[in-house]
């Protein structure tokens, strides 16, 4: 039996999705309602701070790997808890499928934290930032394995003109050279393969000694005690993503602090 390619499926569904988005809300009318909207809160100033490795807490219920991760599922609950921790940034999955995100949890999530949030989707086409932004998020992940190096320039300049900030996440050495030839400030690490799901710490070590000293880098995946954290800091790394321990742990805020040493 062939294994199946979960990064396949995923934007299979993704594209019918934008088929229906699109309808209901037309490119040029989105385009307009994004005109008038207050300013992004800085997210790659918020996870760049110097000797300190910054959290990027994650919200998702659900994953390809693991299926429903938090049965309790209470979207203001968590977002409370990384509020009271401190969290440098929030991650929110708006992905409906494969992680039961939904888009308006974006302006939810805003209205608790005051920290900057990111939207993690499957980004294929302009329409996207443009919705991003709409929804409310601070930033947009693009990943470097789906996007060749004229649409990552294309996305960049538009999130870029919508005072966008974005994370591009790369998994192996072909994705992280496509993505040195750009100007890309923020580079995340991603340590799950995404089409087979399987997670690798070496892909960091592997990786991070190729990054220039001058880019955030932001390790996702796999990262759950102390220890992590402490390997990650001295390897230099800007940033954490974590989403699991934390969806996980029955005490999100104490997670929190026991993971990052807070």
């Known amino acids: 039996m062939a294994k199946t390619d979960t990064l396949k499926e995923i934007v299979a569904k993704k594209k019918e999705k934008m088929i229906l988005r699109k309808q209901q809300l037309p490119e040029e009318e989105l385009k307009a309602k994004v005109a008038g909207l207050a300013a992004c809160r800085p997210f790659k100033e918020a996870i760049s701070k110097p000797r300190q490795i910054s959290l990027i807490a994650e919200i998702k219920q659900s994953s390809p790997s693991k299926g429903v991760i938090r049965k309790n599922f209470n979207l203001q609950e968590i977002a409370r808890s990384y509020q009271e921790a401190g969290v440098q940034a929030v991650s ?20 608790i934290v005051t920290a900057p949030v990111l939207r993690k989707d499957f980004i294929l086409e302009p329409y996207q930032i443009y ?22 320039v294309e996305f960049m300049q538009i999130a870029d003109s919508l005072d966008m900030d974005y994370l591009v996440e790369v998994h192996d050495e072909k994705e992280l050279k496509k993505v040195l030839s750009l100007k890309v400030p923020v580079i995340g690490i ?15 070590e592997k990786l991070f000694t190729l ?19 402490l390997f990650l800091k001295i390897l230099g790394s800007s940033a954490v993503l974590i989403g699991t321990a934390f969806m996980e742990a029955e005490d999100i805020k104490m997670k929190v602090e026991e993971i990052m040493g807070w």
């Open 92 to 111: 929110v999955l708006t992905e409906e499928d494969f992680f039961a995100g939904r888009s308006d949890y974006i302006g939810e999530v805003k209205n």
């Open 131 to 152: 919705e991003s932004r709409y929804l409310g998020a601070d930033a947009v992940l693009l990943i470097a394995d789906l996007l060749s190096k004229d649409k990552l």
């Open 190 to 204: 991603n340590n799950r393969n995404l089409h087979t799901l399987e997670v690798d710490f070496k892909t960091t």
């Open 211 to 229: 990054i220039p000293r001058d880019k955030i880098v932001v390790v996702e995946s796999g990262i759950k005690s102390y220890q992590d954290i």
